[in-house]
């Protein structure tokens, strides 16, 4: 799919990696909805760099684990812009959920985001595309949904379900719809990162440093533009998820 007069969606698309697909999508052409839960003065930001590109750009708020506030927002991109082209779940939340807890709380909201939100989002944007015959859905997972991370029980679960609806989404909607993944390594991080960690995340991947947000902007054009790849993923890692062989005998 030529990216270029057509609508994308980017949930968590005002900050971070979700900004930096927001405004690459922009700069291909595409109109751009920004969605954000709370953070409405980087959305408006994000919105008006996209517009200086020259497309349209929306900021619209939704908590996108509300199946009422996911069903009104893509609503409104339908009757503001003519529906959903290109749809990308980037938002997630990233918290530790220690294992056994006595506080579930954390779990119901990271896997509501995390797994309700992209079900919610791809089942309202799926009969618009199919409808036009065509469509392209990317999924932001990560590598901890291919294997546990110590304290990160409801992040890794998941990311492992949107694994496993990338390729079921893939089945159910073909040959209209094109559903893939991509699992970033280390491309921004954390504001509570110090140098120190910084500097050893760095030194697990391959290539011996961080990637950027752009890197996955990249990657989720390539997507968009692939007609023949779906129900994949592609790891936009570094090799960070070989990089402990490296130093297995260090």
Known sequence: ???????????????????????????????????????????????????????????????????????????????????????????SRYKETPFPTDDHSEWHRLTGIGINGPYYCTNAVAPGMLTKGEGAIINIVDLSGLEPWPNFLAHSVSKAALMAMTRQWALELAPAVRVNAIAPGPVLPPPDYSPEVIDYVAGMTLLQRWGTPEDIAEAVLYFVRANYVTGDMLCVDGGERFGHRKHAFD
């Not at 979700?18 to 994000?46: C, H, P, Q, R």
């Open 1 to 91: 799919m030529n990216p270029n007069g057509k609508t994308a969606l980017i949930t968590g698309g005002a900050v971070r990696v979700g900004k930096a697909i927001t405004l690459a999508l922009a700069d291909a052409g595409a109109n751009v909805v920004a969605n954000y839960n709370s953070s409405s003065t980087a959305a408006y930001e994000t919105v008006a760099e996209a517009r200086a590109l020259g497309v349209e750009a929306l900021a619209v708020q939704a908590n996108i684990a509300n199946l009422e506030q996911v069903e009104a927002m893509v609503g409104l991109v339908k009757e503001r812009l003519g529906g959903v082209d290109i749809l990308v779940n980037s938002a």
